[in-house]
T-cell receptor, first 115, second 113 residues
Framework: KAGVTQTPRYLIKTRGQQVTLSCSPI?????VSWYQQTPGQGLQFLFE???????NKGNFPGRFSGRQFSNSRSEMNVSTLELGDSALYLC??????????????FGPGTRLTVL | TQLLEQSPQFLSIQEGENLTVYCNSS?????LQWYRQEPGEGPVLLVT?????EVKKLKRLTFQFGDARKDSSLHITAAQPGDTGLYLC?????????????FGKGTLLTVNP
């Protein structure tokens, strides 16, 4: 079974630009979650999509948005980039319906650098 | 304020030593998961503990969930260089019909040969 894939792996943007990151979950997984990882704040939850609906949301500004398609693939968009948005963005997929036993499978991440 | 506090933040030991890392919170969790992340990769799930007081063993790794389901520990016996990585704990809290996962900042473990 293929793992979670994320594209692109590396991205360099300048302040004020916008960016779209893509995530393809494991086949059969209906939940996709996005996280931002930085050395100072660790792994912070952005949002979760389940069957094309946003099911959970973290405490990030509205510049961060996402969506999920009918094939469970997900995209995350960040508009008006700021220097502080430089981070590793991780996508995780899961079955989404196993309650506290829900295992998240992470992709390798997209390393975003904002100059 | 971090919901899950992990300690120590950094740990550097020699091969063959034992170590324990901790994950503490003032909140009760429905479950607690431990992940390991290696450079350039995403975290990989090691274990999920659900019942207060539960102990799970994975080869040289022993995981314990606190009786009150607010804290957890990971003990590694006879550490090896392959154990090097960032160890993350994550607590699941119910949000109605689904669960939200909150991660600690992690313990960066280096095992020197």
């Amino acid at each position: 079974k293929a793992g979670v894939t994320q594209t692109p792996r590396y991205l360099i943007k300048t302040r004020g630009q916008q960016v779209t990151l893509s995530c393809s979950p494991i086949s059969g997984h209906r939940s996709v979650s996005w996280y931002q990882q930085t050395p100072g704040q660790g792994l912070q939850f952005l949002f979760e999509y389940f069957s094309e609906t946003q099911r959970n949301k973290g405490n990030f500004p509205g510049r961060f948005s996402g969506r999920q398609f009918s094939n469970s693939r997900s995209e995350m968009n960040v508009s008006t980039l700021e220097l502080g948005d430089s981070a590793l963005y991780l996508c995780a997929s899961s079955l989404g319906d196993r309650g506290p036993y829900n295992e998240q499978f992470f992709g390798p991440g997209t390393r975003l650098t904002v100059l | 304020t971090q919901l899950l506090e992990q300690s120590p933040q950094f740990l550097s030991i020699q091969e063959g030593e034992n170590l324990t890392v901790y994950c503490n919170s003032s909140s009760v969790f429905s479950s607690l998961q431990w992940y390991r992340q290696e450079p350039g990769e995403g975290p990989v799930l090691l274990v999920t503990v659900v019942t207060g007081g539960e102990v799970k063993k994975l080869k040289r790794l022993t995981f314990q969930f606190g009786d009150a389901r607010k804290d957890s520990s990971l003990h590694i016996t006879a550490a090896q260089p392959g154990d090097t990585g960032l160890y993350l704990c994550a607590g699941a809290k119910s949000g109605g019909s689904n669960y939200k996962l909150t991660f600690g900042k992690g313990t960066l473990l280096t095992v020197n040969p």
